[in-house]
């Protein structure tokens, strides 16, 4: 007995009932270079008619950006008018490093995760409220992704760091 399964491109597949019950899958592929061809297109950045291939490519991808992000670090960029320091070999509590950039901001490179964003700020409000104590950002405190941390560390100044991340950067309010 035989029953089709949905696939992509032109894959047929079927599952195929041996005797004895034993299954086994038979796939009939009509043409891989039509595959290649569409990745090829795909890679010279053509227009492309949307497939069931495609569409799923573009799923795939998503999927994949939304959980880079939801593990990546929540880092912190503060503005700060003292320095804050963890000495060299050690790690402070819920931070692996702080970052001071040329005009004394600090990038504090947390150990949480952008997935429990909410719960770190609830931690940094009964915790660490001197690592925000100075800061006086009216749109909050800043915050970027751990992937994001070389880029910031580049800039000279909290506004220059804000300017080059862009629309990488939301702001949490403070709740002090």
């Avoid at 949307?50 to 992000?69: D, I, K, P, S």
């Avoid at 503005?79 to 060299?88: G, S, W």
């Avoid at 104590?133 to 560390?153: F, K």
């Amino acid at each position: 007995m035989s029953q089709p399964i949905p696939a992509l491109a032109r894959d047929t597949v079927r599952m195929t009932t041996l005797p004895g019950g034993q299954g086994d899958t038979v796939r009939d592929t009509e043409a891989p270079e039509d595959v290649k061809v569409l990745f090829a297109k795909i890679g010279a950045g053509k227009r492309v008619d949307r497939t069931v291939l495609v569409e799923q490519l573009e799923r795939m991808l998503g999927l994949v950006r939304a959980t880079n992000t939801a593990f990546d670090d929540v880092v912190l960029l503060v503005r700060r008018r003292t320095p804050l320091e963890i000495a060299p070999g050690h790690r402070a509590p819920d931070a692996y490093a702080v970052h001071t950039l040329p005009d004394g901001s600090a990038l504090v490179h947390t150990t949480w995760t952008m997935q429990d964003k909410d719960d770190f700020f609830r931690v940094l409000d009964l915790n660490h409220r001197d690592w925000i104590e100075d800061h006086d950002d009216v749109r909050g405190i800043a915050v970027l992704r751990g992937s994001q941390l070389e880029v910031a560390r580049a800039a000279t100044s909290y506004e220059d760091a804000l300017y080059v991340l862009g629309a990488d950067v939301t702001f949490v309010p403070s709740r002090r």
